[in-house]
């Protein structure tokens, strides 16, 4: 997979996260069921990713660790984010800019090597 969001139902997450994947990639799964903010967001992906600094509510502080990633041993990521949509029936302007710093921030000027599935 490269750098890019992928939109697949369940049966098609459970084959791609069957796939072997090599030591230097990590597969990071982030539950949307209860999110109800960018805020709950961003804490839940630096609680799952160990951010080294926490990001306080602060997107330049979110957009500055997921684009490094540095301090983490692997090559590559495959997030996996699930009930994506409950998020965005939830708060539909949250959900959004989620999608948008992936696809305009997060992709283009990271360093990381990052795949993401809804």
């Not at 490269?2 to 994947?21: F, G």
């Not at 600094?53 to 983490?72: A, E, H, K, M, T």
């Not at 998020?87 to 990271?110: M, N, T, W």
Request: aromatic letters at 16%; a neutral charge; proline letters at 3%.
């Amino acid at each position: 997979m490269k750098n890019d969001i992928y939109h697949i139902d369940k049966q098609q997450a459970k084959e791609l996260l069957s796939q072997q994947r090599d030591k230097k990639t990590k597969v990071v799964h982030i539950e949307c069921k209860k999110i109800t903010s960018w805020k709950e967001y961003s804490i839940q992906m630096e609680k799952t990713l160990d951010f080294p600094r926490p990001v306080d509510g602060s997107p330049n502080r979110f957009l500055d660790w997921i684009r490094d990633l540095s301090w983490q041993n692997y090559d590559r990521y495959d997030v996996f984010i699930y009930n994506f949509m409950e998020f965005s029936s939830r708060c539909f302007a949250d959900a959004y800019e989620v999608y948008k710093e992936f696809k305009e921030i997060i992709f283009l000027f990271g360093n990381t090597k990052l795949s993401v599935v809804l």
